[in-house]
T-cell receptor, first 119, second 118 residues
Framework: GAGVSQSPRYKVAKRGQDVALRCDPI?????LFWYQQALGQGPEFLTY????????KSGLPSDRFFAERPEGSVSTLKIQRTQQEDSAVYLCASSLVTSGRWRSTDTQYFGPGTRLTVL | GENVEQHPSTLSVQEGDSAVIKCTYSDSASNYFPWYKQELGKRPQLIIDIRSNVGEKKDQRIAVTLNKTAKHFSLHITETQPEDSAVYFCAAASPSNAGGTSYGKLTFGQGTILTVHP
């Protein structure tokens, strides 16, 4: 079946502009993660959704970053007033999480990412 | 929070040789350790993972070992091929209880650039 998709694949923004990045997870996947990957580095956690609920946003670097998943499927990561340090690849991942307390962690499947360049 | 260290940062081998990449983690509660392969400009792809209830897992030419006491885990690739050339990332996940359901945000290592020379 279809994997995780993201759009746009590339985005160039002038400093100060707002951007919106979209993630379409694998159908039926409950969990959705956003990661930021700087050049030459490993991905770093930004935020996590379980269905429509944002349960962890501890990795968002500032209040300029906002994420939502209103219907528990598609998610949007919005960055307001972009800065040069926001330039990175933004990766989305989804996983199928079965209900129940302390279940083992499920595999996360990544999208291709959106490469954001802020000039 | 969790901290994952990965070594080496670059690894160059001849085709047919073995390659070993090592990672250490800090959070003793971490219980899931995936390895991802990322080719230039592509998405990270899971190649193998291991959970804390086992010490070793193998899938054809790829194996992962886990030492929970020492808090380190390693990726072993045997009979390397040029198409194995890529960046490899280890990661660790700690169970976090959210609304009664466990989930695990991944903490990644810094990556290893593997080059396999024909």
């Amino acid at each position: 079946g279809a994997g995780v998709s993201q759009s746009p694949r590339y985005k160039v923004a002038k400093r100060g502009q707002d951007v919106a990045l979209r993630c379409d997870p694998i159908s039926g996947h409950v969990s959705l993660f956003w990661y930021q990957q700087a050049l030459g580095q490993g991905p770093e956690f930004l935020t996590y959704f379980q269905n429509e609920a944002q349960l962890d946003k501890s990795g968002l670097p500032s209040d300029r970053f906002f994420a939502e998943r209103p219907e528990g499927s598609v998610s949007t990561l919005k960055i307001q007033r972009t800065q040069q340090e926001d330039s990175a690849v933004y990766l989305c991942a989804s996983s199928l999480v079965t209900s129940g307390r302390w279940r083992s962690t499920d595999t996360q499947y990544f999208g291709p990412g959106t490469r954001l360049t802020v000039l | 929070g969790e901290n994952v260290e990965q070594h080496p940062s670059t690894l160059s081998v001849q085709e047919g040789d073995s390659a070993v990449i090592k990672c250490t983690y800090s959070d003793s509660a971490s219980n899931y350790f995936p390895w991802y392969k990322q080719e230039l400009g592509k998405r990270p792809q899971l190649i193998i993972d291991i959970r804390s209830n086992v010490g070793e897992k193998k899938d054809q030419r790829i194996a992962v070992t886990l030492n929970k006491t020492a808090k380190h885990f390693s990726l072993h690739i045997t009979e390397t091929q040029p198409e194995d050339s890529a960046v490899y990332f280890c990661a660790a996940a700690s169970p976090s209880n959210a609304g009664g359901t466990s989930y695990g945000k991944l903490t990644f290592g810094q990556g290893t650039i593997l080059t396999v020379h024909p």
